[in-house]
């Protein structure tokens, strides 16, 4: 009887990888950041009563699961104002200076990284001298000191905010685009004749962008809570207009009569700043190569 060979085992091919869904926390903080800017661009469709609108007979009205009325769902202040309406209004103006404030900080820092990349030399010490003087000088003493000497106007805020953290970008964008020149595109490109603004604008900048975004993230609550703690002390957006910080600093005389007008934006600032850091981290996680 002739002995019988099994054929070998052929090995099972590897199965493929899974594209990961994303984790809860993740859509959590999609899903607040929609709502977020969804109120800020439908604020005066959805509001339902006017910010300076008094409701005297209902002063101090609780929210609904505390004894109040579908009227007014998150209460009134003590003149009557709907809270959920001020509340609104308030995201949306807080959404407006940090979006404007983060996009001038890294417009800023990007365009003073790439003029030291670019010259080197004496302006590339200058640029890192007003890097060093502005990571070492405390924000909030600078920020006060301007708001009391020049007064306060919105578009001053915006663009005082919008000096936060522009070293950062200015960092980011030197170190970034000095590697890419070393590189052979940006040399290319160099050696075809394009001028300065066309390899940094067409060429040096997109390869650079993810790592911008991902800063920009991280500065967005930054730049809301500095906001919130400037209108808290008076310093920031001031009356008829709202935020959320002015909004918090008028409810604490309220704190232990009416508390819901403080927590009402307080939670969204922290829920607000919390997804945007979430996001933030996330998309640190995607877009960084050494990290697949």
Same mark, same amino acid.
């Given at each position: ?9 052929? $090995?099972?091919? @590897? ?39 008094? &409701? ?6 609780? @929210? ?8 007014? $769902? +998150?209460?009134? &202040? ?16 807080? !959404? ?31 640029? /890192? ?17 301007? !708001? ?5 106007? !919105? ?88 935020? /959320? ?16 007008? +403080?927590?009402? @934006? ?11 850091? +979430? !996001? ?7 877009? &960084? $190569?050494?990290?697949?």
């Amino acid at each position: 009887m002739s002995d019988l060979t099994l054929p070998a085992a052929v $090995p099972a091919a @590897p199965p493929e990888p899974r594209r990961s869904a994303l984790p809860p926390l993740v859509i959590f903080a999609l899903g607040w950041v929609a709502l977020m800017l969804g109120t800020a661009l439908l604020a005066d469709a959805i509001s339902p009563y006017a910010t300076t609108a008094l &409701d005297l007979r209902n002063r101090l009205s609780a @929210p609904i699961g505390f004894g109040g009325a579908w009227i007014h $769902p +998150l209460g009134t &202040d003590e003149l009557g104002r709907d809270v959920l309406s001020r509340l609104i209004a308030s995201i949306r103006m807080s !959404l407006l200076i940090a979006f404007g404030a983060t996009i001038i900080g890294a417009v800023i820092g990007t365009t003073l990284g790439f003029l030291a990349a670019h010259f080197r030399g004496l302006i590339e010490q200058v640029v /890192l001298a007003l890097v060093d003087f502005s990571a070492s000088l405390p924000f909030l003493i600078l920020a006060l000191a301007v !708001l009391a000497f020049f007064g306060n106007s !919105l578009a001053l805020f915006v663009c005082l905010l919008g000096l936060h953290a522009w070293e950062r970008y200015a960092r980011i964008a030197r170190g970034l685009a000095i590697s890419a020149g070393s590189q052979g595109y940006a040399a290319a490109v160099r050696q075809l004749g394009a001028s300065p603004w066309r390899v940094y604008g067409r060429h040096v900048l997109p390869n650079i962008a993810s790592t911008l975004i991902v800063s920009m993230t991280l500065a967005f609550p930054e730049i809301i809570l500095l906001e919130s703690g400037l209108s808290f002390l008076g310093l920031g957006v001031q009356p008829p207009a709202t935020s /959320l910080g002015s909004m918090v600093g008028y409810g604490r005389e309220y704190l232990t009569r009416a508390p819901w007008i +403080l927590l009402a @934006p307080a939670t969204v600032i922290v829920l607000t700043t919390l997804s945007v850091s +979430l !996001l933030g981290d996330w998309l640190r996680d995607r877009l &960084d $190569p050494t990290l697949r």
